[in-house]
């Protein structure tokens, strides 16, 4: 090794000076790490692991709980011992213009068939009321109490009879697009988790093209997990 190509000694590796210039050779710092493995460039975005708009039903905002009901029971049986399953089952709700402006999960759906009376807040006194054996002194609200919460004991069938006809409207949540196409998947987590929401829309300008879930973030999870992230199987 001549003294145009001497090597200098550092703690992550080589530098070789040659013709006066230093150059890397073998060296790896957690910098050049990143830029080999971990390319920016080359890492998947939201728009590569989202779901398109397109496949999700939708379904207008006066509309009824019954009406999502009868799409999902076609699908159902459709698809019955189909081994990929009934597909998405949340459906984007739409107004008069055909603007997505509300979501109905399979958790909406569940909880619209909970009637509104129930909903009301601070029955709790009255509840640990009757518990305690101290129902006489605060029987008119007892008995308040008994005629909203009486669906309890109807059999379920009863319960989706008397509550099908709910609107739309009343049991959707609102959607806001949280998430551009170009977002990294780093970020989808983040607001995933701070804003408490599992299917954030995806906008293209003002535009809703995809939603993203959980599925879609642990499929690119189990894609990438290997040795290179310290995990050997």
Same mark, same amino acid.
């Given at each position: ?80 011992? =189909?081994?990929? *399953?009934?597909?998405? @089952?949340? %459906?984007?709700?739409?107004? $008069? ?5 509300? &979501? ?35 029987? =008119?609200?007892? *008995?308040?109490?008994? @005629?909203? %919460?009486?669906?309890?004991? $109807? ?5 989706? &009879? ?72």
């Amino acid at each position: 090794m001549d003294r145009f190509h001497k090597p200098l000694e550092i703690s992550s590796g080589m530098l070789y000076l040659q013709a006066g210039e230093i150059t890397r050779e073998g060296l790896l710092s957690p910098l050049n790490f990143f830029e080999e493995k971990h390319d920016m460039d080359t890492e998947k975005r939201v728009r590569d692991i989202m779901a398109p708009i397109e496949e999700y039903e939708t379904i207008p905002v006066d509309g009824k709980l019954g009406d999502a009901l009868a799409v999902l029971k076609r699908k159902h049986e459709a698809q019955k011992g =189909d081994a990929g *399953g009934v597909g998405h @089952r949340t %459906f984007f709700v739409t107004n $008069s213009r055909g603007k997505i402006i509300g &979501k109905l999960s399979i958790y909406d759906l569940i909880r619209g068939l909970v009637p509104e009376s129930s909903k009301k807040p601070d029955h709790s006194r009255i509840f640990y009321s009757v518990l305690s054996g101290r129902a006489m002194e605060v029987s =008119d609200e007892v *008995g308040d109490f008994q @005629r909203r %919460f009486q669906w309890i004991r $109807s059999s379920f069938f009863d319960l989706v &009879k008397q509550e099908a006809g709910k609107s739309i409207g009343e049991i959707m949540s609102p959607v806001h697009p949280l998430l551009a196409e170009d977002d990294t998947i780093n970020q989808a987590i983040y607001v995933m988790f701070k804003e408490g929401i599992r299917q954030p829309l995806v906008s293209r300008k003002d535009r809703i093209v995809g939603v993203v879930d959980f599925n879609h973030i642990f499929e690119e999870l189990i894609r990438i997990v290997g040795p290179d992230c310290g995990v050997r199987w």
